[in-house]
């Protein structure tokens, strides 16, 4: 089954490809930038003859700027073949499948899509995604790529493109608008965010991050969907006439227009006692992770960088609100607190086992009489500088004797001395009754 992504290079289109990928799909993917290396460093095609791929894919996804969409779909729809699937991940769903609706052949189906997430989510797990099919024209596909998304643990709602736009012009529209005029603001009154830190709450805190996350994203995106929906223009008018009443309230240090206002819209906002506690989660998750560093002073831990993917591993020598330094072997390494996910205990032991070079031992012994072997072995295993440990030899002809001879194959995690280690093993097979051959 083959997939074409058009904007496959893009930042959604690097999300997805992997992912259809890993689901066994022939990924091939375009993008008006030509970047073949993105292709190539995914492990998938470049389609350099994009007419041809259009017409042989099962499933094409157009997944370009949204001021574009519908001038691709266009332009692709009439080349597709029978049977096959059109779909978008566009953040506005009118338009793009008015032009699906106009564009595709009859016996080509058609299915609006819109990720109500950023690529830089791990996995589909907790994300909504929403689908807009029109009836009758995605019989076959619509349960396919249901199942697809929710099986991967998305959660599906499924709308008309109308409602969809009604619902993004303030789910995204209004706050978009609200988090970047904060940055605008700090901008214009020339605020030191930077400084501002020293001082902050956990509301500001939090606000700050996502005012930041917002900001630090493609600039482009945000623009067009404030623009191409008609929708958000009315949200913007109801936000403004709300902000000018509010201020005007203040400056008439009106205190009972002010409380009511806030108490009016707290019973229209519905359960506020939820929203705190949720609030208080993400809070307290970040006080959690700040103590488990303090904790650790001085103990080995391993993080892994959220950007990068880099685990460092090293004895943590210092933590402050926004800091931690690592001592890697002869190596202070400082990371932002922000930037790093500490790797419980059980992810640390597999990230070595996965990335460290481990020690090979092998260590004959003759086991005791009437012993097992095998249970020999499970009773050695259970050590935590241990990787694998498996027999590789078993010999009865030891001259002189009639015990068994047994060769063990240890494998020592890479991190730990290994001649220490080979020692306290040989003493423990010694302590029930092995004796060491070679000695
Ligand atoms: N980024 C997000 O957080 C996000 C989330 C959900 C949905 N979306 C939607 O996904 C779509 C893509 O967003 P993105 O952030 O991946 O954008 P992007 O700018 O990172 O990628 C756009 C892709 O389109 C290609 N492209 C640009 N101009 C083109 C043209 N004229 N013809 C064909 N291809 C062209 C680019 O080469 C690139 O591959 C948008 O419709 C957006 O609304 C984005
Ligand atoms: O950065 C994120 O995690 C996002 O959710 C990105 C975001 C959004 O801010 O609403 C951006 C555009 C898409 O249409 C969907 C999601």
């Not at 194959?409 to 004796?435: F, N, T």
Request: glycine share 8%; with cysteine; hydrophobic share 40%.
């Amino acid at each position: 089954m083959k997939v074409l992504i058009i904007g496959g290079t893009g930042e959604m289109g690097q999300w997805f490809t992997p992912f259809f990928k890993n689901h066994g799909y022939e990924v091939v993917v375009w993008g008006s930038s030509g970047k073949v290396e993105v292709a190539e460093r995914m492990g998938v095609e470049f389609a350099s003859d994009l007419d041809a791929e259009i017409g042989t894919s099962d499933i094409v996804i157009v997944t370009v700027p949204i001021n574009i969409t519908e001038r691709v779909i266009s332009e692709t729809a009439p080349k597709m073949k029978s049977g096959s699937l059109l779909m978008d991940f566009t953040s506005l769903k009118v338009g793009p499948t008015e032009a699906m609706k106009k564009y595709a052949p009859e016996d080509v189906e058609i299915l609006g899509t819109h990720p109500m997430f950023g690529p830089s989510i791990p996995s589909l797990h907790g994300q909504i995604f929403i689908l807009t099919p029109i009836e009758g024209r995605c019989d076959k596909w619509f349960p396919v790529m249901r199942s697809l998304f929710e099986d991967n643990g998305a959660h599906i709602e499924v709308i008309t493109p109308a409602e969809h736009d009604r619902f993004v012009s303030v789910v995204q529209g209004l706050t978009h608008f609200a988090y970047i005029t904060i940055g605008t603001t700090f901008d214009a009154l020339d605020f030191s965010v930077n400084e501002s830190r020293r001082f902050m709450s956990p509301v500001y805190d939090i606000m700050l991050d996502f005012v930041g996350r917002i900001l630090g994203q493609n600039p482009y995106l945000y623009a067009y969907i404030q623009m191409e929906n008609p929708e958000v223009l009315k949200v913007h008018d109801a936000f403004m006439n709300q902000c000018s009443e509010m201020s005007s309230i203040v400056r008439k240090k009106d205190v009972e227009a002010f409380t009511n206002k806030m108490k009016d819209a707290a019973v229209h906002f519905g359960d506020t006692a939820s929203a705190l506690r949720r609030s208080d989660k993400l809070i307290n998750s970040k006080i959690a992770e700040f103590d488990r560093l303090l904790d650790s002073i001085g103990q080995e831990i391993g993080v892994r960088h959220i950007y990068s993917g880099i685990v460092h591993t090293g004895i943590i020598k210092k933590v402050s609100p926004r800091d931690v330094v690592l001592e890697c072997g002869s190596r202070m390494v400082p990371l932002k607190i922000e930037n790093i996910r500490l790797l419980d205990e059980e992810e640390l032991h597999e990230w070595k086992l996965e990335n460290l070079e481990h020690h090979l031992r092998d260590i004959s012994v003759l086991i005791p009489e009437e012993a097992n072997a095998d249970v020999i072995m499970e009773l050695v295993s259970c050590n935590d500088d241990i990787v694998s440990i498996e027999i590789i030899d078993r010999y009865e002809g030891v001259e002189g004797t009639k015990r068994l001879s047994v060769t063990f194959r240890v494998m020592i995690m890479g991190d730990v001395e290994a001649e220490k280690v080979h020692l306290g093993i040989e003493r423990q097979l010694m302590g029930i009754g092995c004796s060491i051959r070679g000695w």
